[in-house]
């Protein structure tokens, strides 16, 4: 997976250098693009961080490479930069699933604390996507009995009521119930729910 850094996209290149002085003064890695267009042709899908988007740009304006983004369903959270008459796009932006905006002239501080919480978004839904495969993995390796009896479990029937239930013995019960737990990597019926929640959402 690539390094989290802030994706700085603005045609003005006397604004590229002068954020990319800002950034690296705070310990913010960054890198510069001069279009939305140079973006949107080197762009990976495993990039971390975020991205620090101008609206106004000459050839593709920034809401335009927001779309472009959404439609290749890139998750990295964006950051308008917006002058004062700008401001009702960057609203409509924000309801498309934006960020933030920051409106010029703005300090410096404000547009690093921003970048910086994106970031943070970004890192925890990498970790929750991270969590959400390593459970989905370890249900695939449940057999399709197995599966059966942990739902049981999970709606919190004991295993005399699981072994009438599927017509198999007790021992057979606790021995699906031990798989369940082992395969599953938990100790316990509340930590397996718990697991489980991780799917949600």
């Not at 609203?91 to 970048?115: C, H, M, Q, T, Y």
């Not at 978004?121 to 991270?130: F, G, K």
């Not at 993995?137 to 999970?154: D, F, G, Q």
Request: proline letters at 2%; aromatic letters at 6%; one cysteine or more.
């Amino acid at each position: 997976m690539s390094q989290a850094c802030a994706h700085i996209i603005d045609d003005d290149e006397a604004i590229r250098d002068a954020l990319q002085w800002q950034f690296r003064t705070r310990g913010v890695e960054c890198t510069l693009w001069p279009s939305a267009e140079a973006f949107l042709d080197a762009w990976q899908t495993d990039w971390r961080g975020c991205i620090v988007l101008d609206i106004r740009m000459e050839g593709m304006s920034g809401l335009e490479c927001f779309d472009t983004l959404i439609e290749r369903q890139c998750s990295l959270p964006v950051i308008f930069i917006t002058g004062h008459g700008d401001v009702p796009m960057a609203v409509s932006a924000l309801k498309k699933g934006a960020f933030d905006f920051i409106e010029k002239p703005f300090s410096d501080n404000e547009l690093i604390e921003r970048v910086e919480r994106a970031i943070a978004l970004d890192t925890e839904r990498q970790r929750a996507a991270a969590d959400r495969g390593t459970v989905e993995s370890r249900l695939a390796s449940l057999t399709a009995r197995e599966r059966e009896v942990m739902e049981l479990i999970l709606e919190g029937k004991y295993n005399k009521v699981i072994a009438d239930q599927l017509s198999i013995s007790m021992r057979t019960v606790e021995a699906h119930r031990s798989k369940v737990f082992d395969k599953m990597q938990v100790r316990s019926a509340v930590e397996l729910a718990q697991m489980l929640t991780t799917l949600k959402g």
